[in-house]
Structures are given as structure tokens and as C-alpha cells.
């Protein structure tokens, strides 16, 4: 007969009492709301289609294409048809809007992307681009979550990128480089 020993079951209730439980809020974060847009479709729609996200500016969440950008900084505007499928896997996405330039935001938003959590393939599951659409000049976003700011607050940046994974259908996917 094989026989557990006691300080076994007693060693793993500590990991199985954590299973489940999250800090949507890690500390220090309090001050920052991210709040969440209302569910919407996550179908997959040809990329031709005018009907992609949810509405927003920029979109959160919705329709979006089938294919997915990679996780790195673009220097020009990508489809927000093609990044909604990002979001959909979990990836944050960085735009900004700036014509005269603003290298100060775009080096907050690398930093940012350089800390997001990493896939499978070691790779941050996030990317930055120019999107010349955006209201501001910064947008930081999850799937249903978005953070709108002229200058962009690293540790606004670093309390959202704690809510990854969180609300996204299709979390935890790995990205191509």
C-alpha cells in the first residue's frame, strides 16, 4: 500500500489555497482605474471589413481579423483589425499619436512592452505602433481595458499590464517575434 506522508498535503495546501485567488489590484495601483468596456464578439472577420472592434476609440475589444501582428515596436500604424486579435490572446497593445514626434512617450511605451509577460517563446507579449486615429497621445490596452493619457505614467503602464491575461478569451498565447 502506498502511504502519503503528512507533511506532504501539508507542504501543497499553501499552493492549492492560491489557485484561483488573483490580486486584480497589485499594490500601489489603487489610484489607477481601468475600467472595463462591456463584452462584445470576439469573430473573426476578413480583414478587408470595416466592421472591426467595438465601437471605442481606440477599440477594446470585437470583430478583428484572423491573423495577429507580431510582438515588437512597429514604426508605422498597423491595422487596429489585426492588433484586436492580439488583445484577444491576452497581448497589450501600445499606440501613440504624436506628428511632431514625442520619443519621452514612445520610450515609456517600449519599456512597457519590454515588461509585459512573456510567451512560451520568451518573447513580451506586447507590441507598440503609431496610430494616428487615438483621441491622445498614448493608448495602452488590454482586451476590454484601455489607458488614455497625453503622457503616459509608467506605473499607470505597469498597473494595467498586471491586469493581462485577465479579461481576454484566448489568454496566455504565445506571440511571433
Same mark, same amino acid.
Given at each position: 500500500?502506498?502511504?502519503? %506522508?503528512? &507533511?506532504?498535503? !501539508?507542504?501543497?495546501?499553501? +499552493?492549492?489555497?492560491? =489557485? *484561483?485567488?488573483?490580486?486584480?489590484? /497589485?499594490?500601489?495601483?489603487?489610484?489607477?482605474?481601468?475600467?472595463?468596456? %462591456?463584452? &462584445?464578439?470576439? !469573430?473573426?472577420?476578413?480583414? +478587408?471589413?470595416?466592421? =472591426? *472592434?467595438?465601437?471605442?476609440?481606440? /477599440?477594446?475589444?470585437?470583430?478583428?481579423?484572423?491573423?495577429?501582428?507580431?510582438?515588437?515596436?512597429?514604426?508605422?500604424?498597423?491595422?487596429?483589425?489585426?492588433?484586436?486579435?492580439?488583445?484577444?490572446?491576452?497581448?497589450?497593445?501600445?499606440?501613440?499619436?504624436?506628428?511632431?514626434?514625442?520619443?519621452?512617450?514612445?520610450?515609456?511605451?517600449?519599456?512597457?512592452?519590454?515588461?509585459?509577460?512573456?510567451?512560451?517563446?520568451?518573447?513580451?507579449?506586447?507590441?507598440?505602433?503609431?496610430?494616428?486615429?487615438?483621441?491622445?497621445?498614448?493608448?495602452?490596452?488590454?482586451?476590454?481595458?484601455?489607458?488614455?493619457?497625453?503622457?503616459?505614467?509608467?506605473?499607470?503602464?505597469?498597473?494595467?499590464?498586471?491586469?493581462?491575461?485577465?479579461?481576454?478569451?484566448?489568454?496566455?498565447?504565445?506571440?511571433?517575434?
Amino acid at each position: 500500500m502506498f502511504r502519503i %506522508p503528512l &507533511a506532504l498535503p !501539508l507542504l501543497l495546501l499553501p +499552493s492549492l489555497l492560491a =489557485c *484561483g485567488t488573483t490580486d486584480p489590484q /497589485p499594490q500601489g495601483c489603487e489610484r489607477f482605474e481601468f475600467a472595463l468596456a %462591456p463584452e &462584445a464578439s470576439a !469573430l473573426h472577420v476578413t480583414c +478587408s471589413s470595416t466592421s =472591426c *472592434g467595438n465601437g471605442l476609440n481606440p /477599440p477594446t475589444a470585437g470583430r478583428h481579423c484572423s491573423s495577429t501582428l507580431s510582438c515588437r515596436v512597429h514604426d508605422t500604424e498597423q491595422p487596429s483589425c489585426v492588433w484586436l486579435h492580439n488583445l484577444e490572446h491576452g497581448h497589450a497593445v501600445f499606440l501613440y499619436n504624436c506628428p511632431e514626434g514625442c520619443p519621452e512617450e514612445v520610450a515609456k511605451l517600449e519599456e512597457a512592452q519590454r515588461s509585459a509577460r512573456r510567451g512560451g517563446n520568451d518573447v513580451p507579449r506586447a507590441l507598440v505602433a503609431p496610430d494616428p486615429n487615438i483621441p491622445n497621445r498614448v493608448a495602452a490596452i488590454l482586451w476590454r481595458r484601455a489607458y488614455l493619457t497625453d503622457s503616459a505614467d509608467p506605473e499607470a503602464l505597469r498597473c494595467l499590464l498586471a491586469l493581462q491575461d485577465q479579461d481576454a478569451p484566448e489568454p496566455g498565447l504565445s506571440c511571433a517575434p
